[in-house]
Nanobody
């Protein structure tokens, strides 16, 4: 059974940083292209960043490129998202999944950026 457990969110001020994590289980994480998504109420889920199983070909949506860094630890089945210089428009629930979002979603972790 596939499971994602996201953590590390919180309330921060504009310009501050957060690192969120996602522990995955129930599938071959080390062989799977992974991604972070985010969702706000009333809006569709949007792709934030993705990372291949191995190698250095991460991709980011334009609005976060240069501020966010996606990484992974295949030995720990864990996906990370380092978010720097956070902006109020980054406020959302952040979720992880394989690229394409084909597995059942976890609860996500709330990130709120507000002064």
């Amino acid at each position: 059974q596939v499971k994602f457990v996201e953590s590390g969110g919180g309330l921060v001020k504009p310009g501050e940083s957060l690192r969120i994590s996602c522990v995955a289980s129930g599938f071959s994480f080390s062989n799977t292209y992974m991604a972070w998504y985010r969702q706000t109420p009333g809006n569709e889920r949007e792709l934030v960043a993705n990372i291949p199983a191995v190698g250095l070909h991460e991709n980011y949506r334009d609005s976060v490129r240069g501020r966010f860094t996606i990484s992974r630890d295949n030995a720990r089945n864990t996906l990370y998202l380092q978010m720097d210089n956070l902006k109020p428009e980054d406020t959302a629930v952040y979720l992880c999944n394989k690229l394409g979002g084909q597995y059942e979603w976890g609860q996500g972790t709330q990130v709120t950026v507000s002064s």
